[in-house]
């Protein structure tokens, strides 16, 4: 009896292990595998459309235009010299003051202020005296120089000017330039005019080649004046031999010239 309850205990147990022992009673871990599946790569010219950088040259169109603006001058610059000389420094000195005061005297009296009478230049200086013949020296002879840088603003005094420095012992006149005080007004037009010629040459060249003006890339302006008619008046020698009839002063015109460059984009 005990030999058969063993063998029941013995078969018992063996089918509990191999029910152990079972597949089913094995626990599995979930495992989920990434797609392989590769998307394609933007391409250059996408990345470069998505950033929305467009390098492209920008296409370009470069004109000059002018303006020009007559003005009828308000001022005159005169240079006036007195020029002396003599065997002695102090001689000579004394003579180009007496005549620098009397040509600084006649100035003012004709209505030109003290602050338009410049002392530009004063010079003393030896030159030595030579004989023909043998080239010795045979002395020296001391000259003195005093010029004046002279504004005259009423023009219509100036030829009266001339005359009457001339009289009181100025021997040197450089030629007479011409000007106008304010040109802000003027120069402002100018400008207008040449951006003006500078648009309109663009615009039809732009047209005669197909294409459209954009914005502005580049400008830049330069300007000159220019003296229409210069009047020249020198003398030499002192201004004894001088005429009696008053000096004709012709001011002439003035130009006022500005260039203005501008660069356009073009599509």
């Keep these: 009896m005990k030999k058969v309850l063993l063998i029941v205990m013995s078969t018992i147990l063996l ?9 089913a009673a094995i626990p599995t871990v979930p495992v989920t595998l990434a797609s ?3 998307q394609p790569e933007a391409t250059a010219v996408e990345k470069k459309a998505a950033s929305g ?7 370009t169109m470069s004109v000059t ?3 020009q603006v007559f003005l009828v001058p308000d001022v005159a610059y005169i240079y006036i010299g007195v020029h002396s000389q003599s065997e002695n420094v102090t001689t000579a000195l004394n003579q180009n003051n007496e005549q620098a ?7 003012k009296k004709l209505e030109v202020e003290e602050k338009d009478i410049q002392t530009t230049s004063f010079n003393i200086y030896p030159q030595q005296q030579y004989e023909q013949m043998t080239g010795k020296v045979t002395g020296t002879i001391y000259m003195v120089d005093n010029t004046v840088y002279v504004t005259v603003r009423d023009l219509k005094k100036l030829g009266e000017i001339l005359d009457a420095v001339v009289r009181s012992g100025a021997n040197s006149i450089n030629g007479i330039t011409f000007d106008v005080v304010d040109k ?3 120069l402002s037009k100018a400008r207008e005019l040449a951006i003006d010629n500078a648009r309109k040459q663009a615009e039809e060249l732009a047209k005669a080649s197909d294409v459209t003006l954009g914005d502005v890339q580049y400008i830049s ?11 020249m008046y020198a003398v030499g020698g002192g201004g004894s031999g001088m ?4 000096t004709p002063v012709s001011a002439g015109q003035l130009v006022l010239s500005v260039d203005v460059s501008i660069t356009y984009q073009i599509k």
């Design 36 to 38: 392989t599946t590769s």
């Design 101 to 107: 005061k009397a040509v600084s005297d006649a100035l």
């Design 15 to 23: 089918f509990t292990l191999l029910a152990a022992c079972s597949p």
């Design 65 to 67: 235009g002018s303006g």
């Design 184 to 186: 802000e007004t003027a």
């Design 243 to 246: 005429a009696s009839a008053q």
């Design 53 to 59: 950088d467009d390098s492209s040259p920008i296409r």
């Design 221 to 231: 302006t330069s300007q000159v004046s220019t003296p229409m008619a210069k009047e």
